[in-house]
């Protein structure tokens, strides 16, 4: 069975997977995060047509990854939508995961009348990921304390 990509509110089983990946990946970066506000938070993203929403990435029926657009993420709130917490289990990276989920995220944005889609990255080695994508830096920014990079992306039908 090839990748399926679905909303979380198709698979509200997986919350608690998903729940952990968030905790595991970016909790350090928020001295109030727990594994139980993340999965409070993705209890919020239970949706298909409204912000938030995230969708899951299944490989052979086992969640494999997940991308999130929601209206923000922390920062620069006159900049919306935002794509957010983009997470593939690192044993699947590099077979195209990451792009899959960004491509249904940046349509499901454009879909909703979106023309532009931001993201911030804590990470200093994927700003040139993105770049590879079509993602633009447009600067550093902070959250937390820690300084992140901040990318948009021009939608295309």
């Known amino acids: 069975m090839g990748l399926v990509i679905s909303y979380l509110d198709d698979y509200p089983e ?3 997977q998903l729940a952990e990946w968030a905790f595991e990946a970016w909790g350090r970066y928020n001295p109030s995060s727990s594994l139980e506000r993340a999965q409070d938070k993705l209890k919020t993203h239970l949706n298909k047509t409204v ?3 995230t969708y899951l990435a299944l490989k ?3 969640p494999v990854g997940m991308c999130s657009l929601r209206m923000n993420d922390g920062i620069r709130p006159d900049l919306a939508p ?3 917490s983009l997470y593939v289990e690192p044993h699947m990276r590099g077979q195209g995961i990451g792009e899959e989920l960004i491509r249904v995220t940046t349509e499901k944005a454009w879909s909703m009348g979106y023309r532009k889609l931001y993201l911030l990255a804590f990470d200093k080695t994927l700003p040139d990921w993105y770049q590879k994508l079509g993602w633009h ?7 937390n304390g820690h300084s992140v990079s901040v990318m948009e992306i021009a939608l295309r039908k």
């Not at 830096?137 to 959250?143: A, F, K, T, V, W």
Request: proline share 11%; with cysteine.
């Open 137 to 143: 830096m447009i600067g550093l920014d902070e959250l």
């Open 82 to 84: 935002w794509l957010g």
């Open 60 to 62: 052979d029926d086992l």
């Open 14 to 16: 997986c919350l608690p």
């Open 51 to 53: 912000l938030p929403l």
